[in-house]
């Protein structure tokens, strides 16, 4: 790799680690000086920079060096140590990878709305298609239709794409409402704040005011009383003279611990929907939307790869992608499958020990000596009956499908014949010793090939 990649890595990887603001504020305008017997120069553009980057990023980024050099024995930083003409060529910022675009300084600074997140770009499947639904009803109706709407689900699943999404909507579809977006964490701050500065007034008539109130990462109250309580003052205000409320959390509000009472069952009050794991099919999908919008076409077996690989985060997923996208920039040449695996090789834990929708289809009908193409059929008979539930016991249990899903991917079936299959499968599990070495030695067939 010369320095230049190695740089582009080191962002490509910490970007997936950290937020976007502090990414864009402590790595712009940042490459590697040089790179002699072992030791690295980082340039940075000015004092406050270099010490942040030493001291709070500086072990990760020596990390992800050595994990792509093991030459790689110190690494050190320089202010502003341009050398231009090299500098001048190498895209410092990944230009057109989406998130390294440093697009925080899109967003607005009344709403703290970023464009980039729309209904649009937002890619639908089982996993997030009730969270959706009720996200473009609302803002189509703001105020009107689920109030509060909780979106929740894990990290890098969207939860804040959909709300910012819903945002963005309004604000076009009703220019006259006024929509603000305020992480919880940041809510917070400004409760604490105001009540220091004696001001608790003026930070009440500002929420007040609002028409749509988007808090993003509820969880972070959790424990806060004082906050809490003022949120609390605040929601029933808003939602007593009909404006809207989003929220997002990590987990179902009956699960956020210390969450008063009194706001727990207001949050729970309206509609509750939640982003799951998304599916391998919508996985794929999203990476050729992301592609497409780089107008970058990568080969399907390099798509497959970064699917299979990572089945849990869209971050991780739109992060991969960002590393090939910055290798195609650089070297002017879409990564083949040998380049991407060598590209991404590191980002994924164990590769080969994950399992995919062909993985689990093909071991289960080899266990059973079934054609593929029975396990999808509609036949009632007993010895494909049951390989088609176990089947689908194994795309809830390792590849986290939804019930929909699953019903749809086997005959088209509704989501209540996949809930019975898993849960027949369950409960026999429990009594019936050979099914579980059955489907054990079934795992170890999906997760060897
Ligand atoms: P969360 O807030 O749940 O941690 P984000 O909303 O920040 O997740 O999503 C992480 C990244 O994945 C964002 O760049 C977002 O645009 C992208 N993303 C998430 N879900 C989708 C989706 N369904 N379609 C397209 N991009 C998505
Ligand atoms: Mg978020």
Redesign the pocket.
């Known amino acids: 790799m010369t320095k230049e990649e190695l740089w582009q890595a080191v962002l490509a990887q910490t970007q997936l680690t950290i937020s976007q603001a502090n990414f864009a504020t402590w790595f712009k305008d940042t490459g590697i000086f040089s790179y002699k017997e072992g030791e690295i120069l980082i340039s940075v553009p000015n004092s406050f920079a270099k010490e942040w980057l030493e001291n709070k990023y500086g072990k990760t980024i020596f990390k992800i060096l050595y994990s792509l050099d093991k030459e790689i024995k110190e690494v050190k930083y320089t202010v502003g140590k341009t050398e231009l003409k090299i500098l001048k060529r190498v895209p410092t910022s990944l230009p057109d990878t ?2 390294l675009e440093f697009e925080e300084f899109k967003i607005d600074k009344e709403t703290n709305l970023n464009p ?2 729309t209904f649009e ?5 089982p996993f ?1 298609e009730l969270a959706q639904a009720a996200a473009e009803a609302v803002s189509k109706k703001p105020g009107l239709v689920y109030n509060p709407l909780f979106i929740y ?10 709300l910012q999404a819903i945002g963005n909507a309004v604000i076009k579809n009703f220019s006259q409402k006024k929509v603000k977006y305020i992480p919880a964490e940041k809510f917070t701050a400004g409760v604490v704040s105001s009540i220091r500065n004696h001001d608790m007034e003026g930070f009440k008539t500002k929420y007040r005011t609002i028409d749509v109130l988007i808090l ?2 509820v969880q972070f109250l959790a424990g806060k009383e004082k906050t809490q309580e003022e949120f609390f003052h605040t929601f029933n205000s808003l939602y007593e003279s009909g404006k809207q409320i989003i929220l ?1 959390s990590d987990r179902p509000p009956k699960a956020i611990p210390a969450l008063t009472e009194r706001l727990r069952s207001r949050f729970e009050g309206g509609m509750i929907g939640d ?1 799951s794991y ?1 599916d391998y099919e ?1 996985r794929i999908a ?1 990476l050729k ?2 592609g497409q919008e780089k107008e970058v076409n990568f080969p399907e077996e390099v798509l497959d790869y970064i699917a299979s690989n990572i089945q849990r985060n ?2 991780e ?2 992060g991969a992608l960002n590393r090939l996208l910055a290798y195609q920039k650089i070297n002017n040449q879409i990564p083949n499958l040998e380049t991407a695996k060598s590209l991404l090789r590191n980002l994924f834990l164990s590769p080969n020990k994950v399992a995919n929708p062909k993985k689990i289809i093909q071991a289960v009908s080899e266990f059973y000596d079934l054609k593929e193409k029975d396990i999808f059929s509609l036949s009632r008979k007993k010895e494909v009956v049951r390989p088609r539930q176990i089947a689908m016991f194994l795309f809830r249990e390792e590849l986290k499908s939804s019930y929909p899903f699953i019903g749809r991917k086997f005959g088209g079936k509704d989501h209540t014949t996949a809930i019975y299959a898993c849960a027949k499968i369950t409960k026999e599990l429990e009594i019936n010793e050979n099914l579980n070495n059955e489907i054990n030695l079934i795992r170890q067939r999906i997760f060897s090939g």
Do not use: A
């Not at 770009?121 to 499947?125: A, D, L, R, T, Y």
């Not at 689900?153 to 959909?162: A, D, I, P, Q, S």
């Open positions: 989406g998130q980039r997140y770009n937002f890619v639908v499947g997030n689900g894990g990290v890098g699943l969207g939860k804040t794409h959909l993003d990462d997002s982003i998304p919508t999203i939307t992301k869209i971050r997923l739109e």
